[in-house]
């Protein structure tokens, strides 16, 4: 294994944004399948998001299967439980990416899961896997989701830092994979890893005397069904004391064409009414508009035709 891997350190902000003769984060991230920013949080943030976040560890059992590890702890709903992690959800440098690698294929993209992770000493490493495994579709030719892993300790390799295998998102999904050409995701508390979800990973082995921990924020395609049923654990009633901006990546948002409604309108009309006599509204993408104009406009209506 080895812990060279393409990073940016917080003290190049000009990579992020393409400066000129370095390579971007972005081209970073197609390339080798992740790139890690470097003590991205101020060290008050990330001690605010562990003052927050530790009651939840200490009431949380820890987690039962292979896949999720018999020694970790691990749970959601996490801008319920951490007002905090609102702005790492929003960050502008995470959502540059996401413009970039999910925007074009959708007409916006959404959280996926939201997910805190304490790996204690003595867990065993995880089976190699894709999170795009989660959909049972053809891959292949888009980018369902990116992840990011935001590290509130320090991740080392005897610690259970993630395990990467880089460029993996150009081949076969296998288990059986050469730990030496694993990359560690090495990294110091504040920092994020930002992967695809096509990208070979897994945790770590946690060798050490300390546990190590994590918040995941994964994003994905606005029409994916999500990991995390968003209007169980956030419904209106929470989602309203959310920012705007953070509820619609949690899905209270239309996606044209007309997916994902409440009664034929934006879901986010459940902020003002919960009424169930709705007049239901087109929300059409725009050349999808002109389509059906300019079909009528070809074809003069009869009288007394209902549109």
């Known amino acids: 294994m080895t812990e060279s891997f393409p990073s ?20 970073l991230l197609r390339a080798s399948g992740y790139v890690i920013f470097e003590r991205l ?6 001690d605010r998001l562990n003052a927050e976040l530790d009651p939840w560890f200490s009431a949380t059992p820890r987690c039962q299967g292979d896949f999720y590890g018999w020694n970790t702890t691990r749970f959601g709903s996490v801008p319920l439980k951490s007002p905090a992690s609102h702005a790492l959800a929003l960050h502008p440098v995470i959502l540059s990416l996401l413009d970039a690698v999910l925007g074009p294929h959708c007409d916006w993209y959404q959280l996926n899961l939201t997910q805190a992770v304490r790996l204690h000493p ?6 190699p896997h894709r999170d795009e ?6 891959k292949g ?56 979800g096509s990208l070979t990973h897994c945790a770590g082995a946690n060798r050490s005397d300390r546990p190590r921990t994590g918040l995941i924020l994964s994003y994905c395609l606005g029409w994916l069904k999500q990991y995390e049923n968003a209007f169980l654990s956030y419904p209106p009633a929470v989602a ?30 459940l902020f003002e009414t919960a009424s169930h006599s709705l007049p239901a509204v087109d929300a059409l993408p725009a050349g999808t508009v002109r389509e059906l104009r300019e079909f009528y406009a070809r074809e003069p209506r009869e009288a007394g035709e209902a549109p």
């Open 41 to 46: 949080l101020p060290d008050a943030t990330v």
């Open 141 to 196: 030719g888009i980018e369902y989701l990116v992840n990011v892993m935001w590290a509130l300790s320090d991740f080392t390799a005897r610690n259970g830092a993630t395990l990467l295998w880089p460029r993996s998102q150009f081949t076969r999904l296998s288990r059986e994979l050469d730990l030496a050409q694993a990359t560690v995701a090495a990294m110091p508390r504040g920092s994020a890893l930002v992967y695809l």
């Open 133 to 138: 495994e989660m959909w049972p579709c053809p």
């Open 8 to 27: 940016i350190p917080a003290s190049e902000p000009g990579a992020a944004a393409g400066a000129p003769g370095l390579p971007t984060a972005l081209d």
């Open 122 to 127: 003595g867990e065993r490493r995880q089976v």
């Open 240 to 269: 309203r004391q959310f920012p705007p901006a953070l509820r619609d990546l949690l899905g209270y948002r239309i996606h044209r064409p007309n997916l994902g409604g409440y009664e034929g309108q934006d879901p986010a009309v």
